[in-house]
């Protein structure tokens, strides 16, 4: 179903009872019996036949303005998805959708059909659907030489996508109609997460395994990432590059948001006060830290004016944790924040505790917490509090220190690996990620589209199924096979 004027199943009943109020009228012209001769005959004739053209015009009417689609297949072969829907009802300019297809494919005929439905939900988006093969003309002006594309015009921008996915072409749409061109900064010479860096591991230990700047480490930090990151950011039309805060006099002034992911190097005093400047102009950040990092001295006094305090330990969440790992605390429940809004499953491999503190002239908020049960661990090992609700995650907006030409954003997370390239694609991760850097750049929601990553099927085994297979494969065959080659050793002799 499709909405156009009105919700899904108002548009569903209209469908019915049009089809119905017609059925009825024609059921009922079955019965009336028309006078045998004369003009009273040719009047009655005349009078039913104006009766069921009009009865048809108007519920072609009613099925036109209240169009509904219905998809009997079992995989909605033929529904556009959600999201795409969403994008396509959020539209608030005109769209040009040209989709070439190539009617021997399936999966090509499917999304004709999506385009087609996807055209009638909202006047905004003009869809045609070509099939080269018969109008070669219209191909060969729109310069389209394959087949299973699309071209998407938007005034004078104009975007080609070869899919037949509409969730791809979705992102196209959404792509050549953001309007907004700042880039997103990634800070870079403190050792942080390179956006170019596209390795990643997947990992997924015990709780006495997976260690976060305690006895021993198995998080290589080099293997992480943000070229997942990035490359969704790029796939929703943003554009993203670096800036070394040590080589720039200052902050750019276009970047709609700085990124610091997991800097490992201590910020020097002139880098805090271009942090500041930028922020006092009304800057907007995200600082990703993890339990390892020093935090005092300039950068404390940085955060405290923003209403954050950042805490020392590693937070154990006995309670709410992913797999087997009470130290990737897992998160499900949100306070509101447009970051977080419908946010599902986010877990953090190896966190730090955050507070809120008073600040003059900034609103600020927790928008990740633990469980009632969870608790921050020493690098020793010895329990640093009681077990407590903590935070995680924290955003603030205002005025640094009550002064600036317009407020700031700021929102930071007291862990870097859930946006790294080897956690950034599983569960809600990537959609947190995303709708934080929506939120600093002034929008008040994530993005309509969230782009696909690849990513490598991963089978995630208990402690003791991993010794089962071990006892299974390394001791019980190879022990049946010496056996039975003993067995007919014996026999034969």
């Keep these: 179903m499709m909405e156009h004027g009105g919700s899904e199943w108002l548009d569903l009943v209209w469908f019915f009872a049009a089809l119905g109020a017609l059925a009825v009228f024609l059921a009922a012209l079955l019965k009336v019996r028309v006078p045998a001769a004369g003009s009273a005959r040719l009047l009655a004739r005349a009078g039913l036949i104006a009766a069921a053209a009009m009865a048809t015009i108007v519920a072609n009417v009613i099925l036109y303005k209240h169009d509904a689609h219905l998809d009997f ?23 040009e959708l040209t989709y070439f297809y190539q009617r021997n494919n399936p999966n090509a005929v499917g999304a004709k059909t999506i385009m087609e439905t996807l055209g009638r939900s909202n006047p905004l988006l003009k869809v045609r659907t070509v099939d080269p093969d018969q109008n070669p003309g219209m191909a060969n002006r729109m310069g389209m030489k394959i087949y299973n594309a699309a071209v998407i015009t938007a005034g004078d921008k104009r975007l080609e996508v070869v899919s037949t996915d509409d969730r791809e072409i979705a992102l196209g749409i959404v792509r050549i109609t953001r309007n907004d061109n700042r880039p997103i900064c990634f800070g870079s010479g403190q050792g942080e997460y390179d956006i170019d860096n596209f390795e990643f591991h997947t990992h997924f230990e015990g709780s006495g395994g997976h260690q976060h700047g305690q006895e021993t480490t198995l998080v290589n930090v080099e293997q992480h990432g943000l070229g997942r990151l990035r490359r969704a ?34 910020f020097a005093p002139p880098d805090i006060a271009k942090l500041k400047a930028y922020l006092g102009q009304g800057g907007n950040l995200l600082l990703l830290i993890e339990p390892d990092y020093p935090v005092d001295g300039p950068l404390a006094e940085l955060l405290a004016s923003m209403g954050v305090a950042v805490e020392d330990g590693v937070l154990v969440d006995p309670k709410s944790h992913y797999f087997t790992d009470e130290q990737m605390v897992a998160i499900s429940a949100y306070p509101t924040h447009p970051a977080t809004i419908n946010l599902g499953l986010s877990f953090f491999p190896g966190a730090r505790p955050l507070r809120v503190v008073a600040a003059d002239g900034v609103k600020t908020s927790a928008f990740l917490s633990t469980s009632e049960q969870s608790y921050a661990k020493a690098p020793a090992g010895q329990n640093l509090n009681k077990p407590a609700v903590h ?20 929102a930071i997370v007291g862990d870097a690996d859930f946006a790294s390239n080897s956690f950034f694609p599983y569960l809600a991760n990537s959609d947190l990620a995303l709708g934080l850097i929506a939120w600093l750049r002034g929008e008040e929601r994530g993005p309509a589209m969230k782009p696909s990553t690849e990513v490598l099927p991963t089978v995630a085994l208990t402690e003791g199924q991993m010794r089962n297979i071990f006892i299974l494969t390394v001791l019980v065959l190879p022990g049946l096979a010496a056996l039975l080659g003993i067995f007919m050793w014996w026999r034969r002799r």
């Design 233 to 266: 950011l790029e796939k929703l039309g943003y554009s993203v590059r670096k800036v070394e805060l040590a080589k720039v006099g200052a902050v750019p002034g276009d970047c709609a948001a700085l990124v610091e992911g997991n800097p490992r190097y201590r």
């Design 391 to 410: 935070t995680l995650g924290i955003s603030a907006q205002g005025l640094l220190n009550g002064q600036g030409p317009r407020p700031f954003r700021f």
């Design 73 to 95: 297949t079992r995989e909605h072969a033929f529904t556009p998805s959600p999201d795409v829907q969403r994008v396509v009802r959020e539209l608030t300019s005109e769209v």
